[in-house]
C-alpha cells in the first residue's frame, strides 16, 4: 500500500511516498474536511464584504488614516498571500493610501523571520511595496493596563499607532488554546513577553510547575476540544479588545494548506462561527490499539512535538513513527522553549511530555535532523533517528510480528482526535 505524506511547508511542499506491505492491516486516519474545495477569490471578496458582527471592511476603514496588517508567522499554514491583495483593495476603497498601510508579523515569542519568510508569506509584490516588520516582543511596546485575570497587557507600539488594525490567520487545533485564529494574532502575536508569560503560565499553568500544580481546568485537553471557556483564549480576547483589533480574518486548511473556509469579523464572533467548522473539519477517527502509529507533521513542521498526540491510540509497548521534514528545523520560542544544556531555557520552559511512555520504541524521521532539545522527548533507550522511510520501513519490519496493525496520521498537527 502506498500513501502520500505532505512535506516541506513553505520550501516546495513537496509529498513523501510510504509504502508499506500489502498484507499489514494499514488504515489512513484522514479528517472531516480534507475533500474541500479550495477558497475561491469571489469568497474571500464576500467575506470581506460580509462580515460577521461587523461593517463590511472598507466601510469599516472609512475616516481612519493609518492601517496595519498583522499577519501570522512561518509556524502556521495560512496562505496569507492570496488574502492580502484583496484586502488591500477593500481598504483602498475606504480611503487608505498605499503609504499609510504597514505590516507586522505576529511572530509573539517564535524569534524572528526574514525577507525570504516574508514574501513567501505575503507574496513579493507586497515586500516590495510595503513596510514589513517583524514584531519585537522585548522591546517597542505599549503597556495597555491589566486584564481582568491580572495580566499585564504590553502590545507592539507600531501596532498601537494605527487607528485602524486587522489580523489575518489560520483557525486550527492549538494544545493549550484549543483552537488558533481570532485574538491569538494579538495575544501572543504581538505582545510582550511578560504578557505572554503570564497568560502561558500564571493562567494556563503550561510551565515546569506542571511538576507541581496541574493545569487550569479549562487548558487540559483543549487541543480542539475547548475554545469559549478557556482561560488563555478568555484573557487574549480581552487584549485584543483593549488594543483596539477591528477586524480579524481566519480561514481553516486542509492537507495541502488550501484555505476551505473563511471567516472575517469580530474578533470573537468570527472565531466563533469558525471554531463550530473546525469541530468537524479537522476531526479524525483513531484505530483501536494500533501496533504501529505513523504520525506526520505538516502543517506545523517546524513544531513538530504537536505530532505526538497520536500515542493515545497506540498498542501498549506499540513503535511511534513521527515523520517531519522541513529545512527550518524547530521553531525557537523565548518564553516555553530551551537555550541550553545547562540553563534549561525560557522562563516558562515546558519538559519533554510523558504521553510517549506508552510507546516501546520511537522513531524520529527526517532529512534534517539535529540534536534538538525540543525532540528529545523521550527515553534514549527508546528512541532512534532515521532519515528515510527505506530506513523506517526496514526497523519496522525488524520489530514486528506478523502483520502489524498500522494507522496513518496525514497530518497529526492539524488533526484532532476529540
Not at 6 to 30: A, F, M, R
Not at 269 to 295: C, K, L
Not at 398 to 406: A, E, L, Q, R, Y
Request: overall charge negative.
Amino acid at each position: 500500500m502506498k500513501v502520500n505524506l505532505p512535506q516541506k511547508p513553505w520550501y516546495g511542499d513537496t509529498s513523501l511516498e510510504i509504502e508499506l506491505p500489502n498484507d499489514w492491516d494499514v488504515t489512513v486516519c484522514g479528517m472531516g474536511g480534507e475533500k474541500k474545495p479550495a477558497l475561491t477569490r469571489e469568497q474571500i471578496v464576500s467575506a470581506l464584504r460580509n462580515p460577521i458582527g461587523t461593517k463590511p471592511l472598507s466601510k469599516l476603514v472609512e475616516g481612519k488614516e493609518e492601517a496595519v496588517i498583522i499577519f501570522d508567522d512561518m509556524t502556521r499554514p495560512t496562505k496569507v498571500y492570496e488574502i492580502v491583495p484583496l484586502v488591500l483593495e477593500e481598504l483602498r476603497k475606504g480611503g487608505i493610501s498605499e503609504d499609510h498601510i504597514r505590516f507586522i508579523c505576529a511572530n509573539g515569542a517564535h524569534g524572528t523571520f526574514n525577507r525570504e519568510d516574508f514574501s513567501k508569506k505575503l507574496g513579493e509584490e507586497v515586500v516590495e511595496r510595503y513596510p514589513v516588520f517583524n514584531h519585537n516582543p522585548y522591546s517597542n511596546l505599549n503597556y495597555l493596563g491589566h486584564t481582568k485575570f491580572g495580566n499585564p497587557v504590553e502590545v507592539n507600539a507600531e501596532v498601537m499607532a494605527c487607528d485602524f488594525k486587522i489580523g489575518i490567520g489560520s483557525i486550527i487545533p492549538h494544545p493549550q488554546y484549543g483552537f488558533g485564529g481570532g485574538a491569538k494574532i494579538i495575544l501572543p502575536g504581538i505582545t510582550s513577553i511578560r504578557t505572554i508569560s503570564y497568560n502561558h503560565g500564571d493562567l494556563g499553568g503550561w510551565s515546569t510547575a506542571q511538576n507541581y500544580r496541574d493545569l487550569h481546568p479549562t487548558c487540559q485537553l483543549a487541543y480542539g476540544r475547548l475554545n469559549a471557556e478557556n482561560i488563555m483564549r478568555q484573557d487574549a480576547e480581552e487584549t485584543a479588545r483593549m488594543a483596539g483589533l477591528d477586524m480579524v480574518i481566519n480561514v481553516l486548511v486542509d492537507f495541502k494548506r488550501n484555505s476551505t473556509n473563511i471567516y472575517a469579523g469580530d474578533v470573537v464572533e468570527a472565531q466563533r462561527v469558525g471554531v463550530e467548522e473546525a469541530m468537524t473539519h479537522y476531526r479524525t477517527q483513531i484505530p483501536q490499539n494500533p501496533d504501529i502509529v505513523i504520525s506526520n507533521a505538516y502543517s506545523k513542521a517546524s513544531e513538530a512535538t504537536l505530532a505526538i498526540w497520536p500515542v493515545i491510540a497506540i498498542k501498549e509497548g506499540g513503535t511511534l513513527v513521527i515523520v517531519y521534514n522541513t529545512p527550518t528545523g524547530q521553531v525557537p520560542h523565548y518564553v516555553v522553549g530551551r537555550w541550553g544544556m545547562k540553563r534549561i531555557g525560557g522562563e516558562r520552559y515546558i519538559p519533554p511530555s510523558n504521553l510517549l511512555g506508552r510507546a516501546g520504541k520511537i522513531i524520529i524521521m527526517s532529512e534534517y535532523q539535529d540534536k534538538q532539545p525540543w525532540l528529545e522527548i523521550s527515553p534514549p533507550e527508546k528512541t532512534i533517528k532515521l532519515k528515510t522511510w527505506e530506513e523506517t520501513l526496514e526497523e519496522l519490519k525488524n520489530t514486528s510480528n506478523g502483520k502489524p496493525k498500522v494507522a496513518i496520521f496525514p497530518d497529526a498537527t492539524i488533526e484532532k482526535p476529540f
